[in-house]
Each structure stands twice: as C-alpha cells, then as structure tokens.
C-alpha cells in the first residue's frame, strides 16, 4: 500500500503509538487524525492489514443477539456504506444480505427473539420461511429447515480495500506508518506507559492503542496487562469459475455447523469453524479442511459438496472465552487503550470501534456504553453472552 514505509528508525516520540496496522489500527489512525490529533504512529511488523485484515472477503451484519453488538454492526455498517465519501475509496460493498438457515425449534425461538431486538435497534432483519430462504438462494435445500433469519441491510466487502482506504486518509492527514517494525518492549512507569521500543528504535509517547488482533495477548504482557486472547486458524476456499455464473446471493450460514457460503468474483467462496481446531498462529492451508465443509453442507445446500475449488485461505481469529471484543482504557496503565479479541467480528466492527478509540483518547463519551466490553470483565466474572462463532 502507499502508506506503508519501511523505516530504518522510527520517531523518536508521539502523541499516540497504535500497535498493529490491520483494519482495527487504520480505523483508530484516521478517526484520530480526522479530529486532528497530531503525531499518531501505527507500528506493524509486516505490511498493513497483512494479520486477520488480509482475508479476501469480510461480512458486515448488525444481526447480533444483544444490544451493544447489534449497535456496533449497525453503526459500521452505515460507516461502510458511506466510505466512498467518507474517506472516500470503492470497498466493494455488496448489500446481498446475511441469511442464517435454522434447523431446531430452539434455534428459530432465540433468532426470533434476536430479531426483536434488532427491529427495536432499526436493524430491518425478519424472521422467514424455508421455501423464502431457498427463492433468495436457490443452493439451500428445505428438507429438515425449520426456519430462516434475513436481513436485507447487511452483505460482504473488501477489507485489503478498507485498510487501503483508511490508511491512505490517515497517512494524508499526517499520520506515520512504520511498517516491518516489530514492538520488543514497553517502558511504564507508574501507572503510565512512557514509551515503545522496536526493533528500529524507541519511541517515548504520551498514549498506546493495542489493535495487534490476535497478537494482543503478547503485546499486553510487554505492558503487564492480562489481555486474554488466544488465537485460532480459520480457513475458506474458492471454487473454480462457475458456469452458468452462480445466482447473486446472500452470505448464507448454516448455523448448526456454521457452514458458509457466498458469491466470489466469478464464484463461490466457502468456508466453516472447524470446532477441532487448536489454539496456535500457524496460517497454513489444508485441502483437508474442505472435507469438514462438504460433509456440512451435502445435506443442506448439497449442489456445493461437488463443486471443484482453485484452492484456499487461512487466517487467525483473535478469540476471547466469551467471544466479545475486549474495548476500553487499562485500570492499571491509564493511558494504555486497546481494541480486539473480536473473535470474527473485528471487521465488521471497525468504523464504530475506530470512533470510540478517537473518543476514549479525547475524553469524550463514546457512542455506546462499552464498558461491558473490559478486559477485566473475566477477573470480576461478568462475562458477556456468548455470540455465536459465525462470520
């Protein structure tokens, strides 16, 4: 990206050190320099949005069970829909909408429940019928479906596009990219952070933002901050070029197996959670995996079990024990912020969290009560609801 450089040294000081470039760092980068902060560098050890950020397709949806979520989603989402003018790139967002397929009575009971909430939150999600998930993807099959979830608002974007867009805004309002520079220390002194070595230099600053994704556990323990995120591989794939050309439609999710599937250029992108999956940073792609995903999906949408695939992705998620984003200002370093563990959300949630960043470094009341979302939640034993472990 034009942003990117390749520092011998970095500054020696800042107003705000933000650690990690993925979409997370460049949405708190530009949110900070829009209201005019100054001296704001963001450290990333390879390219920006080359950790989590750099998956080939992200889902934007506000269809969440509680309320603090569906007003995340919902407040990215317009952010989204408005970035050609604001800060003005093409992400490619396709507004195919989010359609979860559902197959027990239990299942349909809490969506319905879900969607209620959403409604109150002007989310225009409904409840549908099996026949009505099938017309608006003609792959599902209606045998043992019970009911639908659709939401006509949300759909998929580009978030190598989004990084590249922020980041390019960022960088012309000021904001310094040190790229290929890995974070070795943290300096503290009392209950403040005071400076952050690299492997090219020190940098003394007045503010940290820790947005390293699945990297933030590590980060935290430099500062002596529990930060509980551990990270997972996920994986996709890409069938070949399809013809005739799939039908446009929406991102579809089985919700049993958490089986998904959408249109990819000239054809379908595939992907599930294998729930086996141990916790570790290899990004390895394994032709294997795709077994796990036809066996989901030969009953469910059994047209997809055949197709032949050009090959694949793998990624790391940044999970939490609860599966909530973990947002707030450190009780023990005060001038420590950090944004992440958003355990497959952190795309979709990017412009909102990247507005609240701005807003706890100003001081300011941020748009929603993230307070729910500290990391000390889990040593006072408030854990949130699980979300489910979807896209």
Partial sequence: ???SSVFHTVPSDADVVIIGGGVMGVSTAFHLAETGVDRVV?????????????KPIGGVRAQFSDPLNIALGSRSLRAYQDFPHRPGADIRLDGVGYLFLLTSAEQAADFETSVGIQNGL?????????????RLCPYVSTEGLVAAAYSPADGHARPGLVVKGYADAASRAGVTFATHTAVTGIDTSGDRVTAVHTDRGVI?????????????????????IDLPVRPVRRQLAFTE??????????????FSSSAYF???????LFGLADPDQPD????TWTPEWLELFRAAVRHRAPALAGMRTTGGWAGLYEVTPDHNALIGRSGKLHNFLYATGFS?????????????MRDLYLGRTPCVDISPLSADRFRAGSEIRPEAHVV
Avoid: K, Y
């Fill in 344 to 356: 497959g959300h952190g795309f979709l949630q990017a412009p909102a969290v990247g507005e609240i």
């Fill in 1 to 3: 990206m034009s942003t």
């Fill in 262 to 268: 959408h249109n990819s250029d000239d054809g379908l």
């Fill in 280 to 283: 570790g940073f290899d990004t």
């Fill in 241 to 254: 070029p399809l013809t005739p050309p799939a039908p446009r439609i929406p991102f579809t999710i089985d």
């Fill in 42 to 54: 963001v450290v990333e050890r390879g390219d920006l949005g080359c950790g989590s950020s750099g």
């Fill in 204 to 224: 003394a600053c007045a503010t940290v933002v820790c947005t390293a994704g699945a990297w933030s556990g590590q980060i935290g323990g430099l500062a002596g």
């Fill in 122 to 134: 002007d989310v225009p999600s409904r409840m549908i019928t099996p026949r009505e998930a099938r």
